[in-house]
């Protein structure tokens, strides 16, 4: 596999004729733009650059995108992202999908494109709700939410995408939300990752979910409730306020007050992203009691699925001279006769 050649562009060059066609004041219209500014700043290249998507709102992004792209069936964008990832592995491959598309009919493939290692970018868009089949409430909806499929409100334990892919086996985790400024530093690492990086968009759906992540990712007032993590920094949040502690007796992590900016006398703890168990804990950490874990969260790089698998081929070709008569020959054959 050859590293590819990085080349200028700008984001009118990744954009395409199309006409978007998303609700005005839906999120996707941010997460697109940053998309865009992202890619040059990469040095993508659009001949090299394949855009992958399943079924749903999130699922039009690579009409939008001007590269190659699929847009294939319910859930199974990363079986053809993986096909595409063999045939030919220079290409940067980023799976587009939803919390519904990755995380119901998906879910099979998504997990197992993450526990290959695939190297890719798989980007789910979680809104909370079905947005393009008109508000049926899904894998990540709240208990309580009320939709045209659960009018007295939902009574299922929500599913966690990012700790959903850390016991699926990702290496790559992270998170970000549609209108933050921060979203393409996070795009940035998950492309640098060498393997497959998941990355969780919260997206606000401005039909059938309005407003539910504004919390902690309204545009302005939420900040305090937003704790972005960064390798080798203390997790201190609200302006350096406050911050996290590990705490033995509570086995886990407890919110504790910051004086004077004093955060080592707090007891701080300072982030490692290659710390699994440290990953685990800021996902499963329930907003309201505790901030809004963000940012790249886990970054532990092991060899790519497609890497091994033409490690593979070369040793079974090794020494051999092709041969396909000989090949299907090979075993119980007959000879059908007139």
Not at 52 to 57: D, H, L
């Amino acid at each position: 596999m050859n590293a590819p050649a990085k080349i200028e562009t700008t984001l009118k060059d990744w954009e395409t004729d199309q006409e978007v066609r998303w609700c005005p004041g839906c999120g996707d219209y941010a997460i697109l733009k940053a998309v865009q500014r992202t890619l040059p700043q990469l040095g993508a290249d659009p001949a090299n650059t394949v855009f992958v998507s399943g079924i749903g709102c999130s699922s039009r992004f690579p009409y939008y995108v001007e590269s190659y792209g699929f847009h294939t069936i319910h859930g199974r964008a990363p079986a053809f992202a993986t096909g595409i990832k063999l045939a030919n592995p220079d290409l940067d491959v980023w799976i587009i999908t939803g919390d519904g598309d990755g995380m119901s009919i998906g879910g099979n493939h998504t997990m197992h494109v993450l526990r290959r290692n695939l190297d890719c970018q798989i980007m789910l868009f979680n809104n909370e709700i079905y947005g393009l089949t008109k508000g049926q409430y899904s894998p990540t909806s709240r208990e309580g939410t009320r939709s045209p499929s659960t009018p007295q409100g939902s009574v299922d334990h929500p599913a966690r995408p990012c700790a959903f892919a850390l016991g699926s086996g990702a290496r790559f985790v992270a998170r970000g939300f549609d209108v933050s400024k921060k979203l393409p530093e996070v795009l940035m690492a998950a492309h640098a990752h060498k393997g497959a990086a998941f990355i969780e968009i919260f997206q606000n759906c401005i039909v059938y979910n309005k407003d539910v992540f504004d919390d902690f990712a309204a545009p302005k007032g939420a900040e305090d409730r937003q704790l972005w993590v960064e390798h080798g920094e203390p997790l201190l949040f609200a302006g350096g306020t406050k911050g996290l502690k590990m705490d033995e007796g509570a086995c886990g992590l407890v919110v504790v007050d910051v004086a004077d900016g004093d955060w080592q006398a707090a007891g701080v703890a300072v982030h490692d992203k290659a710390n699994r168990s440290l990953a685990h804990m800021l996902v499963e950490l329930p907003f309201g009691p505790y901030p809004m874990a963000l940012g790249v969260i886990y970054d532990d790089p092991r060899p790519t699925y497609e890497a091994s698998v033409l490690e593979e081929k070369a040793r079974a070709c090794e020494g051999k001279e092709p041969n396909l008569a000989a090949l299907l020959a090979k075993g119980q054959t007959w000879t059908v006769e007139n």
